[in-house]
């Protein structure tokens, strides 16, 4: 973990829950696709909502990306 500007910098393959950003960088998928996945996928266990914002958790959408045949 780095500290900076007094706030702690999380690595990305640390974190519960990545945003749609952060999912799009990480997994190399454009945020449009990753939004859709969200919403088609609404009430599966790798979508975590809070407020308007949409969160992937990360391991179980790596579980879901582990089974899929296309994305």
Not at 4 to 24: C, M, R
Not at 26 to 52: D, S, V
């Amino acid at each position: 973990m780095e500290h900076k500007n007094n706030t702690i910098q999380v690595p990305v393959w640390h974190k519960y829950s990545l945003s749609v950003e952060e999912a799009a960088e990480y997994y190399g998928i454009g945020e449009k696709r990753l939004r859709n996945i969200a919403a088609e996928h609404e009430n599966e266990g790798f979508i975590l909502e809070i407020g308007t914002h949409v969160r992937f958790k990360r391991k179980r959408f790596e579980e879901f990306l582990d089974l899929a045949t296309a994305v």
